[in-house]
């Protein structure tokens, strides 16, 4: 029986948004913009950790951080070693 499950990151995707506009502020103000680099590192984080999804079949886990966007889900190893796409 699969199982499909995905979970939104409300928090992460929240507390970024708001780190990220603080961030923007202050860069604009103080005229910083070495910031800037700060600021694509919480845009980013809140797009990769914005969700996880998990799904299991009769003979595999595979999960995924984030969008799909067409990209295949990472998989994790079987507790005995073997297997992981």
């Known amino acids: 029986m699969p199982y499909h499950h995905t979970q ?3 928090l992460t995707i929240v507390l970024c948004g ?3 506009a603080l961030d923007a502020a202050i860069m604009w103000r ?3 913009w070495q ?3 700060v600021l ?3 845009i ?3 797009a990769v950790f914005s969700s996880l999804t998990v799904e299991v079949s009769d003979n595999e886990l595979r999960w995924h951080f984030g969008p799909v966007l067409g990209l295949p889900a990472s998989a994790q190893r079987n ?3 073997r297997g992981g796409a």
């Open 30 to 32: 103080s005229g910083q």
């Open 79 to 81: 507790p005995d070693g």
């Open 44 to 46: 980013a984080v809140a």
């Open 18 to 20: 708001l780190f990220a």
């Open 8 to 10: 939104r990151g409300t």
């Open 40 to 42: 694509v590192l919480l």
């Open 35 to 37: 910031l800037a680099a």
